[in-house]
């Protein structure tokens, strides 16, 4: 953006840095400085009207208006008061009930508590108690709720496509286990991705046993194989790494994302910013070598960009360094500096490797933990809590015994092969050709759709069963409502199998009663209350490096014209979230891209090629391609292009359906992440819907960041004289503070605001108008050279000014102060001349054009939050500060006659970040947390200039520290 | 041209041009001066009317009974028998909503009480199948309101002053209008209608004129500021 002179003389300490959104913003780019321009952005892109129409609508609104008063609604009796539930004595209708369970994310488990009324869960919160989540939940797990409700849900069996019922499916599944009893099995498969569960390990087992002559396949898709293969390579076992960012000094990523896409990805947040807090240690460094930008990346005080067929060499290169002190000459440069950073380091370093990276670069990195003594302080290993899956039972292993004709049953639990396989063995018509398929699935998927017999699977929430945390630790997963429709989970449809009874809970107990005896029933019940079992964590396991292990020779640079990564996306990890409207609807954290994912190349070799955002190209794999449009991602490594996967789903459902382009269909047995290839540009051109000029602020200040030994942001600025009324508060005062260096970009408050709020999706259409609706953004900020840029998040909430300038300009007093300083705002007196919004310096403030709460994609009403009003259209409305969780608190204090304690009052973007950037609290008190944090030299007003004297201030960012940062 | 040719022709000797009649009398003037003046007062005495009407308990619906599935007698059950109202609404000190009562807690003196009544026919089947007993609400809140009842009987509100003298009607109805300018009237000065928290479920309480701020010592009430801001009653 340019110099607006009223902005840039902020009150930051020097000449703040320019940061920028985008390369357009960074060329100055006339369109989109018409955009910012705009007055009206989200109504000038609305299409021009002539007089006639705009008579015909006005006509049209007027006569409708009057329709809303033919409701027949009475005061007296609608809706029944009922009796209290007979099997919850004590439980009060109308508050909130917690179910602590389990949500499964590539295998792993991650403990989560869901909030529930009325028997209908509608929040999904972390698990304090659980090590992957220590309260704290992701973008995924927070819109599992949404999921649950899923109308394109499957709700009956089919055959061959035709509705069937249940007692069809009963006599299909008698029949099953008549002919399995027969064969002991013979000609039947059973396809079970691989998951972290005793009890499914346990029924499993069992299944092998009853019906020996039967083939298990247990893929393991998204699981770093490398790992494995490469622990197995230095070690000469395989291991899982528990890393303990908490004690690390140094941390070096060599791909991946540990604060996104690594299993217990929470937890390493969290881990690692309580690092940074611990203020009796220097400021430990993040150094992440990747080819494609990462939150890590982002979030690291140094990024070396590297093609990905690079990283083995730079991982070698450093090896040979700390072992042998012998750098090869024609090392990245980078490799002398960390080097020596390493060594200094010693067992406080770690070495974290990508699940996309290959056994050479994971054993490499194994190595060079185990050569520091990392092994015991900052990283730990332990059994596989995912054991490795042998050849004979992976997906290519199955596709030859199909196309051997050896198949004569399949049975495929839970699992979408026909779209998630790799492409080579075009699993969909295999399963075709396979006489009796039996697919359960959640929805009517591919597999569904090429599967003789689908059965619908129950969601997590309705459903028990257990699973491992990526430390090994139990968690239950418990039903948080009744089954919404008739359905069975993995472990039901294999008791029924088995001939035992298909009862969820028992085969959960059945599991845990063996290795309890006596205390079972205690114990079960505590594990079942606190979402965990206490002392199932998997003990740590020495290792050391095999005396006879030397690294594979280095491979040679890159023949190929181009670098292909698969990775998994940010919105809709693997394909299956992909009917999540709300997950959809989420900007990504980089590209702020919405409804679609694109090829991700580097500005460079973009350049190289004539390319521009938008821009068709066709990415050729050996004889498979795909076309796709192409994002210029500035920090990307050159000569490589990313495929998010998971989109371009053809059987998903009416949200996910045909959005994107599938990279699946590039992506091979041999090669699942990277591979090479080419482009050839198409010469079309197609419209990519981002948010990230959306919403645009003016000048430089409104980011700041701070050097770790001078850290002045300059404070709020001095009250200047206002016109506005002054306000006393005698009782509380509600403030925010939200810490930048905090905030790694992982839009999990973006979410859970949208949870908690009953924020409306309004679909990509909208989204392009610039009438996306979420309360809480993320504005991501880059800085530096395109090729290398420092990366910023911030979230942006509405302020709660205490001079607003939305209050006074409202004509008909919609938005009020309130006696606590919050902006309030009243729905039922809008009318909707969003003259606040324009008046807003921040552009917090979100407006219904359409009635989105009815609409289309909006979710049913029982995934709605009860505590807060739905808005309807014509309505302006904003971050609330959750109100109803203040007045919760408040209310509960006063029941029970007590001050409202400092901490009570979480809101829901606090509630989910997993590094604590959020703090709430009582600014009156100066004893809160809050009032402590605001006192901090790194406190800053966003354009505190205005004199608005936001509620809600920013703690400024650290800047990088150490060799080459910055 | 058609037109030109279908004209009737004038006849010899008639006159070119008639005296225009006077369609407007004198007095038209006036009269058309009175029926703007009683359009104007028609239009404002509609809105007085209107204005009226939407204050009054009727528009409100107070007083007015809804069909239960049982005729429940409050003036027998609260009245006669003076039976707790916490009984019954068992989570009125705890939870947003007072509670309705399960069909175990009518059995417990109605297995032995009326046991055989045919009025009590939707009870027995409640209990038997396990189902609640779908009684209609008469106090519903309008929408966009959110109401903790917890919060107010704590704070010395009586069940009284909102649903009045519940211990003396035969059939359940609202005593107030519970508009939002009944609520402001109470929310904006609060103490004259508390009582001590002993005895926010009597009827017929009087205070006792020696010590009229005991009440509002014991209670703990928010400042009035707070009371009226929008989000008290308003998420």
Redesign the interface.
């Known amino acids: 953006m340019n110099d607006s002179p009223p902005f840039s003389s902020g009150s930051a300490p020097s000449a703040p840095r320019r940061l920028w959104r985008s390369l357009e913003e960074l060329q100055d780019a006339p369109d989109l400085q018409a955009w910012l321009d705009a007055e009206f952005p989200n109504i000038a892109r609305a299409g021009s009207m002539d007089r006639r129409s705009w008579l015909r609508l006005v006509g049209a609104s007027l006569a409708l208006a009057g329709l809303p008063a033919c409701s027949g609604e009475?005061?007296?009796?609608?809706?029944?008061?009922?009796?209290?539930p007979?099997h919850l004595p004590g439980h009060?209708?109308?508050?909130p009930l917690f179910v602590a369970t389990s949500l499964e994310l590539a295998g792993l488990g991650r403990g989560v508590l869901v909030k529930t009324q009325e028997g209908r869960p509608f929040k999904i919160e972390g698990n304090p108690l659980h090590p992957a989540s220590l309260g704290a939940t992701d973008v995924w797990a927070q819109a599992e709720v949404l999921s649950l409700y899923d109308p394109d849900r499957s709700r009956t069996p089919l055959q061959q496509g035709a509705e069937r019922t249940w007692e069809d499916a009963e006599r299909l599944l008698a029949t099953m286990r008549t002919e399995l009893a027969f064969g002991r099995g013979k000609g039947w498969r059973f396809l079970l991705p691989q998951t972290a569960s005793p009890t499914l390990d346990r029924l499993v087992a069992a299944m092998r046993q009853g019906f020996p002559e039967a083939r298990w396949h247990r893929p393991a898709p998204l699981a770093p194989s490398g790992a494995q293969a490469g622990a197995i390579s230095a070690f000469g076992r395989a291991v899982d790494l528990v890393p303990d960012l908490t004690q690390a000094d140094l941390v070096l990523t060599l791909g991946g994302d540990i604060f996104l896409f690594e299993p217990g990805h929470i937890r390493l947040a969290a881990d690692w910013q309580a690092r940074r807090r611990n203020r009796e240690k220097p400021l430990p460094r993040l150094v992440a070598v990747e080819s494609t930008p990462s939150l890590a990346g982002a979030r690291a005080d140094q990024r070396i960009p590297l093609r990905p067929r690079l990283v083995e060499g730079f991982a070698h290169a450093l090896w040979a360094g700390l072992a042998q002190n012998a750098v090869p000459a024609e090392a990245h440069p980078a490799v002398a500096t960390l080097l020596a950073e390493l060594r200094r380091a010693g067992p406080r370093a770690v070495v974290l490797a990508g699940r996309e990276q290959p056994a050479a670069v994971h054993a490499l990195a194994l190595a060079i933990n185990a050569h520091l003594g990392a092994f015991g302080t900052t990283v730990h290993a332990i059994e596989p809590v995912v054991a490795p899956t042998p050849p004979e039972e992976d997906l290519p292993a199955l596709a030859e015994a199909i196309t051997a004709g050896e198949v004569s049953g399949l049975v495929i639990l839970g699992a979408n092969p026909a779209y998630d396989a790799p492409a080579d063995l075009d699993f969909g018509r295999l399963v075709r050709r396979v006489p009796l398929s039996v697919h359960l699935g959640f929805g009517r998927d591919e597999t569904a759709a090429a599967s003789t017999w689908h059965l619908p699977k129950c969601h997590p929430l309705e459903s028990f069963g257990d699973l491992r945390a990526f430390d090994g630790i139990v968690g239950f997963r418990q039903p948080a409502c009744v089954r919404l429709v008739p359905s069975l989970s993995p472990e039901e449809l294999l008791a029924n199998l088995l001939g035992q009874a298909p009862d969820g809970r028992e085969l959960l107990a059945a599991t845990w009663a063996e290795q309890w005896g006596a205390d079972f029933d205690i114990r079960f019940t505590r594990a079942l209350e606190d979402g965990v079992v206490e002392g199932s964590a998997a003990p740590r396991i020495p290792v050391a490096l095999r005396p006879d292990w030397s690294p594979a020779p280095r491979p040679p640079l890159p023949p190929a014209e181009l670098d292909i990564l698969f990775s998994l996306d940010p919105s809709l990890w693997d394909g299956s979230y992909a009917n999540n409207a709300w997950l959809q609807e989420l900007p990504k954290p980089l590209t702020k891209q919405v409804w679609g994912n694109a090829a991700l190349i580097a500005p460079e070799t973009a350049a190289a090629r004539g390319l521009s955002t938008g821009d068709l190209i066709e990415v050729i794999a050996g004889e498979r391609r795909v076309a796709a449009p192409v994002w210029l991602l500035p920090g990307h490594a050159p000569d490589t292009v990313t495929l998010p996967l998971g989109y371009g789903r053809e059987s998903a459902g009416a949200v996910g359906w045909r959005v994107g382009f599938d990279a699946y269909l590039l992506r091979t047995a041999a090669d699942p992440w990277i591979t090479s290839g080419t482009l050839t540009p198409l010469g079309s051109q197609v419209e990519l819907i981002s948010t990230q000029h959306h919403h645009a602020l003016p000048g430089h200040a409104v980011f700041r960041i701070v050097s770790a030994d001078r850290p002045d942001a300059g404070g709020p600025p001095a009250k200047l004289p206002s016109l506005y009324p002054e306000w006393r508060y005698?009782?509380h005062a509600w403030g925010m503070s939200i810490d930048l260096d905090a905030c790694i970009g992982c839009n999990a408050c973006v979410i859970a605001c949208q949870a908690e709020n009953n924020v409306m999706v309004v679909g990509p259409e909208e989204v392009a108008r610039g009438r996306e609706m979420h309360w809480l953004r993320i504005d991501r900020y880059h800085g530096g050279a395109p090729e290398n840029p420092d990366t910023f998040f911030q979230p942006v909430l509405c302020m709660h000014c205490e001079k607003a300038p939305c209050e006074v300009v409202c004509p008909v007093n919609a938005t009020?102060h309130?006696?606590?300083g919050?902006n309030?705002m009243?729905?039922?007196r809008c009318v909707g001349t969003r003259t606040c919004s324009n008046n807003c310096p921040y552009k917090v403030r979100r407006f219904n054009f359409f009635d989105y709460s009815s609409a289309e994609l909006a979710p049913p009403d029982d995934a709605l939050n009860p505590?807060?009003?739905i808005r309807e259209r014509g309505v302006m409305e904003k971050c609330?500060y959750c109100?109803?969780r203040?007045?919760t608190a408040r209310?509960q204090a006063?029941?029970e006659?007590r001050p409202i304690r400092d901490g009570e009052i979480v809101t829901a973007c606090q509630q989910a970040c997993p590094t604590q950037a959020f703090r709430f609290g009582d600014v009156n008190d100066e004893n809160s947390a809050v009032s402590r944090l605001k006192r901090e030299p790194r406190d800053y007003a966003m354009l505190g200039e205005l004199n608005t004297q936001p509620r809600t201030t920013y703690l400024a960012r650290i800047a990088p520290t150490g060799e080459n940062g910055g | 041209m058609r037109a030109d040719a279908t004209r009737r022709r004038r006849a010899p000797g008639e006159r070119r041009h008639k005296k225009v009649t006077q369609v407007f009398s004198a007095a038209a003037d006036t009269r058309f001066r009175v029926v703007l003046v009683l359009l104007a007062l028609t239009g404002l005495g509609a809105g007085v009317a209107g204005f009226a009407w939407s204050r009054s308990d009727s528009f409100?619906?107070v007083g007015?009974p809804?069909?239960q599935p049982i005729p429940f007698r409050h003036d027998l059950h609260s009245g006669s028998l003076k039976i707790d109202c916490r009984y019954c609404h068992?989570?009125v000190?705890?939870?947003?909503?007072a509670?309705?009562?399960?069909?175990?807690?009518c059995m417990s003196c109605h297995s032995q009480l009326w046991a055989g009544a045919s009025v009590l026919e939707p009870l027995r089947s409640?209990l038997a199948l396990?189902q609640?007993?779908?009684?209609?609400?008469?106090h519903?809140l309008?929408?966009?309101a959110?109401f903790?009842h917890?919060?107010h009987v704590?704070?010395g509100v009586a069940c009284e002053t909102c649903h009045g003298r519940v211990d003396q009607m035969p059939r359940t109805v609202?005593a107030e209008t519970m508009s939002m300018g009944w609520c402001l009237d109470c929310h904006r000065d609060p103490l004259p209608r508390l009582r001590p928290t002993d005895d926010v479920f009597a009827f017929d309480w009087r205070p006792e004129p020696a010590s009229p701020a005991a009440a509002s010592a014991e209670a703990?009430i928010?400042?009035v500021?707070?009371l009226?801001?929008?989000?008290?009653c308003?998420?």
């Not at chain 2, 509670?99 to 807690?105: R, V, Y």
């Open positions: 009475g005061a007296v009796g609608d809706p029944p008061l009922l009796s209290p007979e009060v209708p109308g508050t005698e009782g009020v309130s006696a606590e919050l309030d009243v729905y039922n505590h807060v009003t609330t109100i109803q203040i007045w209310t006063n029941v006659n | 409100w619906n007015v809804a069909p068992w989570s000190e705890k939870a947003a909503d509670g309705m009562p399960s069909a175990q807690t409640s396990g609640p007993v779908v009684w209609t609400s008469v519903r309008p929408a966009h959110y903790h917890a919060a704590t704070a609202k703990h928010l400042p500021e707070q009226i801001s929008c989000n008290t308003h998420r």
